[in-house]
């Protein structure tokens, strides 16, 4: 039996990276995940390699700045699989740019996926949660929204923004028996961080890491699993930093 049996979950950006190792370990320990996600290929080669394992899963093309496409898209979670229990915010991207050499359109485009899509997510998994009573929201933040981070303004704007409404939130829904929490990787080597270790050189980021490496995915997607087990009951507005020491405290 796994630790998440007869849970259901959304997980958006689970087409690659972070969002796909997320969405694999949930299903893994028994959960019905959503696959969220605008890249059609991506997440229904998530939702083959679940449903091979013998999990459930299905795969619903979303624009998570889009707050019709996120109530369908939760709509045909609550139709497929009767409930949503747990929702992953995971979907975001980042611009590496100094940011006077950035135009409104970088901005805007960091804002709607990592600020927007996150409203729009939570806003619509909230009803089905407050009438049950309970539910898991984790959100995706990151290190750069702690401390900041040169070359990286907006986005460290974005994710200060979803560790911050985080907080609000879990005050706002414990009533419900509704967690809110944040995991905030470091540098993680997924293929869209690929191109940003390489320009850097891996050598040289992982001298800023205490434990002398970058986080995989899955240090990240086990930091969720923790956020969403009944270990964590007790647990709520709160930011773990999974990145090898590299913002302490």
Known sequence: MGRLDGKVAIVTGAGRGIGKEIALTLANEGAAVTVVDIDEDSGSRVVEEIVSAGGRAIFVKTDVTKYDEVKDMVSRTLEEFG????????AAVWNIK???DTVPSDWMREININVVGVLNCIHN?????????????VNIAS???????PW???YSGTKGYV???SKALAKELGRYNITVNCVSP??????GAQKFIESVGEEKLVK???LRRLAEPKDIANAVLFFVLDESNYITGQVLSVSGGYVVG
Request: charged fraction near 20%; charge should be positive.
């Open 163 to 165: 560790i911050s409404l």
């Open 186 to 191: 470091g540098v993680t080597k997924t293929p």
């Open 152 to 154: 990286l303004a907006t």
């Open 208 to 210: 800023a890491y205490p």
């Open 143 to 149: 290190d750069a929204g702690r401390i900041g981070e």
């Open 98 to 100: 100094l940011f006077k």
């Open 83 to 90: 409930g949503v229990d747990i929702l992953v915010n995971n």
């Open 125 to 137: 998994v909230l009803p089905h949660m407050i009438e049950k009573k309970g539910g898991r929201i």
